[in-house]
């Protein structure tokens, strides 16, 4: 006998007799997550997170938490620093349907390959992720009038796909070269949140970040004493002009 049909003849029985049949419902697969998050999935964890606009990252003991800023004040990449080690990250928009870390990836393989440096995959603590080596200009050295020649460093390329959103995160130094040396960093891109936002963007752009008002006032000095000629020693409060995301250059925000 099929099922649905006794299921049916059951159902009208009950209705019969004035009870009313219990209700069928469907529940929605929820997925859980340990981070990173989309901002309507951001727990309340008690961890202090600085807001970037589109990211907001965790102020983590011991760590440096810079931003990147053109001389338009706009923010154009921000960094954790952990002692020599160094953790990148950059979000970016996605389609609705689907995730795009799989041909950014391959697109990373080849940009690499192509400037000296190699990366191979392997699965990670958040799914495929990119290790190896790529190039870097080496930093200028004093009274150096030649640019420097580019040197490789050990990287890995770790990244999540979310709702319309997609974080990626570059882990360099020596972090990047054994699983227990980027446990730290690992840790601090789980608890980054990704503020997607309703507007429409293109696939793959960048989504735009902002400096707290204290850090977008230190940056604005900062740039009119420099081009007043006054120099501004301290590395902790360097701006780089810049035209495209250096490693960690600009102010040092505090929590």
């Known amino acids: 006998m099929p099922f649905g049909r006794r299921r049916n003849r059951i159902e009208r029985s009950v209705r019969e007799r004035g009870v009313p049949p219990e209700p069928q419902v469907r529940e929605r697969p929820q997925e859980e997550t340990t981070g990173p998050y989309d901002e309507a999935d951001a727990p309340d964890d008690g961890v202090q997170r600085v807001d970037l606009g589109s990211l907001r990252l965790p102020a983590v003991p011991g760590m440096e938490l810079r931003v990147d800023v053109n001389q338009a004040q706009k923010v154009i990449g921000a960094s954790l620093r952990s002692g020599d080690s160094l953790l990148q990250v950059s979000a970016f928009a996605a389609p609705r349907a689907g995730g795009i870390w799989d041909g950014v990836r391959a697109d990373l393989v080849t940009s690499a390959r192509g400037q000296g440096g190699s990366l191979t995959e392997r699965e990670g603590p958040f799914g495929p992720e990119l290790t190896g080596t790529v190039t870097a200009a080496a930093p200028p050295q004093p009274g150096q009038t030649t640019a420097p020649a580019p040197v490789r460093r050990a990287a890995r390329f770790i990244g999540v796909d979310g709702p319309r959103w997609f974080l990626r995160g570059m882990i360099s130094g020596p972090a990047a070269e054994t699983p227990e040396a980027g446990a730290a960093l690992e840790d601090a891109f789980r608890q980054v949140v990704v503020v997607r936002g309703s507007e429409?963007?293109?696939?793959?752009?960048?989504?735009?970040?902002?400096?707290?008002?204290?850090?977008?006032?230190?940056?604005?000095?900062?740039?009119?004493?420099?081009?007043?000629?006054?120099?501004?020693?301290?590395?902790?409060?360097?701006v780089s002009q810049q035209s495209g995301p250096p490693a960690g250059t600009g102010p040092t925000l505090e929590a």
Do not use: I
């Not at 793959?204 to 977008?216: D, K, S, V």
């Open 200 to 238: 429409p963007m293109p696939v793959r752009e960048q989504l735009p970040m902002t400096l707290p008002a204290q850090a977008a006032q230190q940056v604005a000095a900062q740039q009119a004493a420099q081009q007043g000629g006054v120099q501004q020693g301290g590395a902790q409060q360097g």
